[in-house]
């Protein structure tokens, strides 16, 4: 009876976790950015490139796409991000940025 | 917020001793992989599994119960650090008589390094080797009470929503303190191949339900005394395991039945039975 509570709540607590935020509509928020990105192969990819994208200054919001191996940000208004800066978020996440869309 | 909604989990998972795996196509198998850089991979399933005596030998057979908890980090993005602790409960039963045992199994740490891998429109292609170490710091009964290391050379494969994880994996048992009575362990050699398909569920992309195969065999050699085989220890298992896996955002829940294709065991000695698996694994 134990075993099988202890695992119970372990596996409750872990599903009780929230999933990866939808980037925000703030209609202050500036230019959308896309980019072509390769290797994602399922939706559990998303969450760390997002969060290594909003580590970049400037960033307002982040979401990517394995169905449509892109990325999509908002930048924040009078920000610059450059495309070097979202290449490297790509390459930390260990994707590999195709062209830019937008 | 999130964090706060996480605490307890972290704090379950550390204080247990932590433990590892990544992001993988298969269920119980990893892959040639690594997880982008600053990334957290939490893990924990039930694992369900029984060893009976061969039919017309001994009345004898054991139960047991496992709760892994494994926690990776992407340190870099070449580099995973990762590592496991098991709960274990154990029923063995003889002649009519049971005996039971529960504890902490040996700690396991790891690290994989990326050494290959290839992003293109139509495919990826990863390469990753893994070096573990096995610490005999279990419960009485429960741990193994020596050290091990673990190594490995990983593979992966993803195309059109199809992936392929290929794992080589040996085991260097009992490389130091091993109780002086004790013979030898048997090393041990294993060959893994996980299959699935993503299928997106809904439009938005962020879920998705896999259906998994899981290719295993595996042979685990005799143990020595003085050099010379030990009656009864030694095995080859040959295994499949179908399973299903759904992902919605950071959240997986995976679960799947392992049952023996083909065994060998040397001796006297219990065979294996099926393995039920179900287990979720959570993203930051």
Redesign the interface.
């Known amino acids: 009876m134990r075993?099988t509570l202890?695992?119970i709540t372990?596996?409750a607590?872990?599903?009780?976790?929230?999933?990866?935020p939808e980037p925000s509509s703030d209609p202050q928020v500036g230019a959308l950015v896309e980019f072509?990105v390769?290797?994602m192969?399922?939706?559990?990819?998303?969450?760390?490139?997002e969060?290594?994208v909003l580590e970049i200054p400037g960033v307002h919001s982040a979401k990517a796409?394995?169905?449509?191996?892109k990325l999509a940000l908002r930048v924040e208004e009078g920000a610059e991000v450059t495309d070097e800066q979202v290449h490297d978020a790509i390459?930390?996440?260990?994707?590999?940025a195709?062209e830019r869309l937008k | 917020m999130k964090m706060f909604a996480f605490l307890p989990v972290l704090l379950f998972v550390l204080v247990l001793g932590p433990a590892a795996e990544s992001l993988a196509v298969g269920i119980s198998i990893d892959a040639g992989l690594t997880p982008p850089q600053g990334r957290w991979i939490l893990r924990t399933q039930v694992r369900s599994m029984s060893r009976t005596a061969p039919e017309g030998t001994a009345d004898a057979g054991m139960d047991r119960l496992m709760v892994p908890l494994v926690v990776v980090y992407g340190l870099r993005p070449q580099l995973t650090l990762g590592v496991r602790q098991i709960i274990d409960w154990r029923t063995m039963t003889m002649m009519g008589n049971e005996n039971k045992q529960s504890g902490f199994s040996d700690i396991y740490v790891f690290a994989k390094y990326k050494i290959l891998r290839i992003n293109t429109r139509s495919y990826t292609l990863g390469i990753a080797p893994l070096l573990g170490v096995e610490a005999p710091t279990g419960s009485s009964g429960i741990s193994n009470e020596f050290w091990s290391i673990n190594t490995g050379l990983y593979f992966s494969g993803r195309s059109g929503g199809w992936g392929a994880d290929l794992t080589l994996g040996y085991r260097f048992s009992g490389v130091a303190d091993v109780p002086a009575d004790d013979p030898d362990p048997g090393n041990e050699l294993g060959l893994n191949l996980a299959l699935a398909k993503q299928i997106p569920v809904g439009k938005s992309g962020r879920s998705a339900l896999a259906p998994v195969l899981e290719i295993s065999w595996k042979n685990t050699a005799s143990d020595k005394a003085a050099g010379i085989e030990t009656p009864n220890s030694g095995e080859s298992v040959f295994t499949l395991a179908p399973g299903v896996k759904y992902t919605r955002g950071d959240l997986i829940i995976e679960g799947l039945v392992r049952f023996p294709v083909s065994q060998d065991q040397k001796g006297m000695q219990m065979e294996i039975g099926n393995m039920y698996l179900l287990g979720v694994r959570h993203m930051f």
């Open positions: 075993p202890i695992a372990c596996l607590l872990l599903a009780g976790c929230s999933s990866a072509e390769f290797g192969d399922c939706p559990g990819c998303h969450g760390g490139l969060n290594l796409s394995w169905v449509d191996k390459n930390r996440a260990n994707f590999t195709g």
